[in-house]
């Protein structure tokens, strides 16, 4: 069973750091662009990053430019979010998700991260 | 950058009615076009890819179609259980870009 299953989220005080992870079962990471969606509450759903198949090249949304990394270990199969310089904005519902385009495509359950001090 | 347009933003349709939900792109986006459904509290699902494909288990009355720089999403014929939110999302350049959402009530 295709499965991506995300932890790491939680409370942080503004300008803290956070990493969240998002491990995948039932394929392989390397073979995938993979990408961090957000959603804030009540509100819908926002692009945040995507690292590419080569691991090589990554893409971020304006909002988290510089503040926020996308990486991935292939040897760990997990894909991660790097996030500093958070801020109270940043308060969302964080989904890793696999290859839009693919007939392979699964979300993670979803991970809340809550910048407020 | 790529602007999605989703229309409507909300409406109402009652059971056995044909829904027709839009997306127009501020320019050329291929067919690299999803559509998900959102229900709340839940973790969004995909419902068609590449435009018009359907994803595997999704009810055959969901399909997507589209025409130049338009995207639609057809529900057949209604369900209780389709009541949701709905997006649409671009993925043909970065920034990767969603619509605003479509939320469907059943009356």
């Known amino acids: 069973e295709v499965q991506l299953v995300e932890s790491g989220g939680g409370l942080v005080q503004p300008g803290g750091s956070l990493r969240l992870s998002c491990e995948a079962s039932g394929f392989i990471i390397t073979n995938y662009w993979l990408t961090w969606v957000r959603q804030a509450p009540g509100k819908g759903l926002e692009w945040v990053a995507t690292i590419n198949r080569g691991g090589i090249d990554t893409y971020y949304a304006d909002s988290v430019k510089g503040r926020f990394t996308i990486s991935r270990d292939s040897a760990k199969n997990s894909l991660y979010l790097q996030m500093n310089s958070l801020r109270a904005e940043d308060t969302a519902m964080y989904y890793c998700?696999?290859?839009?385009?693919?007939?392979?495509?699964?979300w993670g359950q979803g991970n809340m991260v809550t910048v407020s001090s | 950058d790529i602007q999605m347009t989703q229309s409507p933003s909300a409406m109402s349709a009652s059971v056995g009615d044909r829904v027709t939900i839009t997306c127009r792109a501020s320019q050329g986006s291929g067919n690299n076009l999803v559509w998900f459904q959102q229900k709340p509290g839940k973790v969004p699902q995909r419902l068609i890819y590449v435009a018009s494909s359907l994803q595997g288990g999704v009810p055959s009355r969901f399909s997507g179609s589209w025409s130049g720089t338009e995207f639609t999403l057809t529900i057949s014929s209604l369900q209780p259980e389709d009541s949701a939110t709905y997006y649409c999302l671009q993925h043909n350049s970065f920034p990767l870009t969603f619509g605003q959402g479509t939320r469907l009530e059943i009356k």
């Open positions: 998700a696999t290859q839009f385009s693919s007939p392979i495509h699964c």
